[in-house]
């Protein structure tokens, strides 16, 4: 079995599966609790933080000086894309 990720949410205290799933009893467990996305401050929500880190890791991948790369700099073309 690979590692699989289950929605579930915390009912009188008790973790219960958003669907129903058999899980064989030899299996180990990792439980991460996630913050709400209700945010009673008015802040921003976990999904909105995590947005905003994936857009600021991405501005880094590609600068405004980020050279032109012509085909002709390629070492060896990928033989399984269609450009066009």
């Not at 579930?8 to 008790?14: I, L």
């Not at 899980?23 to 467990?29: A, F, G, K, N, Y």
């Amino acid at each position: 079995m690979h590692a699989i990720t289950l929605p579930a949410k915390c009912v009188n205290n008790q973790i219960v599966l958003s669907e129903p799933f058999s899980i064989p009893e030899d299996r180990v467990l990792f439980v991460t609790i996630l913050p709400s996305e209700k945010t009673p401050n008015g802040g921003s929500s976990f999904a909105q933080d995590w947005t905003g880190i994936a857009a600021a890791g991405l501005g880094l991948a590609y600068s405004d000086d980020e050279p032109e790369y012509t085909p002709a700099m390629l070492k060896e073309a990928n033989p399984d894309y269609a450009a066009g």
